[in-house]
């Protein structure tokens, strides 16, 4: 919701004829357009390999929990899911990735959460945070620029489990990407390595 039209946006300004189509999709519909040719590029947060699929870049992805600047956790390095129990917490549906990794973590360390707001919509679960209504879970990317500006902070959480996920950059396998398609691959797997390092270098 922001690295890509983000990054898209600046990819125009020097490469104005090509034109974009972002569907929104589950980790497993983001695969299976890419392997029924729907779509030239897949951008997806995956736990396993797909079948067909040649992944172009992989990228660590752990979920953090994130919070307003102003709540009783912000000033922690990291978390355990049990220190969110006291805190009201707005969590993604079933089908996304954050949601997965978090009833399994949760099923096996016994603890039950009653959240606050569930949504199939990452924004959504941002702004929530964002005006002080509690913690949601999501990767680091999707509110990177959030961060960067000090209106979010995202802490590491230490439950083992919590940090299987990765970006991955997914094309068809055995296809040729038109021209195009290839550059701005390119360009957004470069992006990708460039804000990692940038956001390293930034906790350090």
Do not use: W
């Amino acid at each position: 919701m922001e690295f890509l039209p983000r990054n898209i946006a600046n990819f125009r300004k020097k490469h104005e004829g090509i034109h974009f189509h972002i569907n929104v999709s589950s980790p497993a519909e983001v695969s299976r357009r890419v392997s029924h040719g729907d779509a030239d590029i897949g951008i997806t947060l995956n736990l396993s390999p797909a079948k067909d699929i040649q992944v172009a870049y992989r990228q660590p992805s752990p979920v953090v929990a994130v919070v307003h600047p102003s709540h009783p956790l912000a000033n922690k390095k990291t978390v355990t899911l049990a220190q969110l129990q006291p805190y009201p917490i707005a969590l993604p549906e079933e089908n996304t990735t954050v949601r997965q990794l978090f009833d399994i973590c949760c099923s096996r360390l016994n603890l039950l959460f009653d959240p606050v707001l569930v949504s199939n919509n990452m924004a959504t679960l941002n702004r929530f945070t964002t005006y002080e209504g509690g913690v949601h879970l999501a990767g680091e990317i999707s509110m990177r620029h959030q961060i960067a500006a000090k209106e979010l902070i995202a802490i590491p959480i230490r439950d083992r489990g919590m940090d299987i996920r990765n970006i991955e950059v997914q094309t068809l396998t055995g296809r040729t990407l038109p021209a195009a398609v290839r550059v701005f691959l390119d360009y957004m797997i470069e992006k990708l390595q460039s804000e990692k390092n940038m956001h390293h270098k930034s906790e350090a």
